[in-house]
């Protein structure tokens, strides 16, 4: 693929890959084997690589490109433990100004029991921290949203609730959707399966 051919609003790993806008990819890869790092890469988290990313547009200040174009949610969810699953959300969403509180209590409720919403993030489970984290990651503009193990610690019904949450937000955007996974998942309909 040329470069002429590649929009604004994509990301062309050089020389290899293209995520386009608007499509969904999955990376499986075994643990250790680069998932996280290619996100990180990609975020401008971690600039240890060889070769080039190329957004199409100057990258000047990353924050701008974090707060308008990229959403993460990280492996490790980076969670404030002692915040409640309410105000680590509102504290992204304070950033950004995309969601109403009405809007976030909305997505809680739709993946959390009610009452879990105003706990501490240090008292809620693995798997609700990950739900809590969705919330977050989707409270923001986004041309891509990236999803590093996303299900790792969510049960089967769980995971489609968040899975649908997420296919709603990105296709309200027409953003892209990238996550990794350790085995291939069918929560979302892939455009592309990357192997690492």
Do not use: W
């Not at 992204?92 to 995309?98: A, D, L, P, S, V």
């Not at 109403?100 to 609700?128: N, Y």
């Not at 997420?166 to 953003?175: C, K, T, Y």
């Amino acid at each position: 693929m040329s470069e002429s051919e590649v929009s604004g609003s994509d990301i062309y790993l050089q020389p290899r890959v293209l995520f386009e806008r608007g499509k969904k990819y999955m990376v499986c890869a075994k643990s250790g084997h680069g998932k996280t790092s290619l996100l990180n890469f990609i975020y401008g988290s971690n600039r240890q690589f060889d070769g080039t990313i190329d957004y199409h547009e100057p990258v000047s200040d990353p924050f701008l490109l974090r707060r308008d174009k990229l959403s993460y949610l990280f492996q490790d969810l980076c969670l404030f433990a002692d915040l409640t699953a309410m105000e680590n959300v509102q504290l992204k969403n304070r950033i950004t100004g995309y969601k109403s509180d009405a809007e976030i209590a909305k997505l809680l409720d739709t993946l959390l029991p009610s009452e879990k919403k105003q706990q501490p993030v240090r008292t809620l489970s693995l798997g609700q921290r990950q739900r809590v984290a969705a919330v977050r990651a989707i409270c923001q503009p986004f041309e891509f949203l990236m999803l590093d193990e996303p299900f790792s610690h969510i049960d089967n019904d769980n995971a489609k609730a968040v899975a649908q949450v997420i296919a709603d937000e990105v296709e309200r955007q027409g953003a892209g959707l990238i996550v990794t996974a350790l085995d291939r998942i069918d929560l979302f309909q892939f455009d592309r399966i990357l192997n690492l």
